[in-house]
């Protein structure tokens, strides 16, 4: 579906815009920002109740039925953050998203590197896309896609509504999402890196327990997980001794 987002706007941006359908709120965010970078401001939304060709995660494809969910896209110009530190603000934004379903789900977990589960079950996933000046990020388009009120999820995945037994109020809790997460993107700009990072770390599904994982080869093994990185990494307990794992070194066996 081709979008004609650009010419709704005359001389100021709107804090959101959203659309009924689209192909992927990160694709029109990321397109918009291209050719209007400075003139979109920090924690822009663009939502959508649909989209046609939503990612997620190592090419897989996110689905979602319409106006049932939560979709968007938030805008950012991280340029205080050196590119070799970008996972800080997935863990940021991860951490935003957290403190506000938690009221909900007391069993929501961070499954690194950026999904959100409640107990052994997937809630919803980040997908943050980058432009890089030099060694920083000069601007980021923080995807966004949670299975709020929807029903019939495969049994690996569940939504609040499956939780709470209710429907919630969507454009409420895009709200309170956007508003916590721009107050952890804030810290993070003022360097509070480790009290973010202390408490994504509280939150990581199956922290401190021993679990399955994954090599790209294939081969299986159980681990420890023990912390988080500077960079990122997940930092391991093996059985010959401590080990870290980059972004798509190691995958969990849910």
Not at 190 to 218: N, T, V
Request: with cysteine; glycine share 8%.
């Amino acid at each position: 579906m081709q979008s004609n987002i650009s010419t709704k706007y005359k001389t100021e941006f709107p804090e959101r815009i959203h659309l009924p359908e689209c192909q992927s709120t990160n694709d029109e965010l990321m397109a918009l920002a291209q050719s209007k970078r400075e003139e979109i401001p920090e924690g822009f939304v663009l939502s959508t109740d649909f989209q046609s060709a939503g990612r997620g995660q190592r090419g897989s494809v996110w689905v979602s039925d319409p106006a049932c969910n939560l979709l968007f896209s938030i805008y950012l110009r991280p340029q205080f953050l050196e590119a070799r530190f970008a996972f800080r603000l997935s863990a940021s934004i991860a951490l935003g998203i957290a403190l506000v379903l938690e009221e909900h789900c007391p069993d929501l977990k961070l499954k690194w590197p950026n999904d959100i589960f409640c107990g052994n079950r997937k809630m919803g996933g980040i997908l943050i896309e980058t432009a890089l000046s030099g060694m920083f990020v000069d601007r980021a388009v923080a995807g966004i896609g949670l299975n709020i009120n929807q029903v019939g999820l495969p049994e690996n995945a569940v939504s609040l509504l499956d939780i709470t037994g209710k429907t919630s109020d969507r454009e409420d809790l895009l709200n309170l999402i956007r508003n916590s997460v721009m107050q952890q993107y804030q810290l993070l700009r003022d360097g509070g890196w480790e009290a973010i990072r202390s408490k994504y770390i509280a939150r990581l599904y199956r922290l401190a327990m021993p679990a399955k994982y994954s090599l790209p080869d294939g081969s299986r093994f159980t681990a420890v997980l023990k912390s988080i990185g500077e960079q990122g990494e997940l930092i391991l307990i093996c059985q010959d001794g401590e080990k870290k794992f980059q972004f798509k070194e190691v995958v969990f066996e849910v």
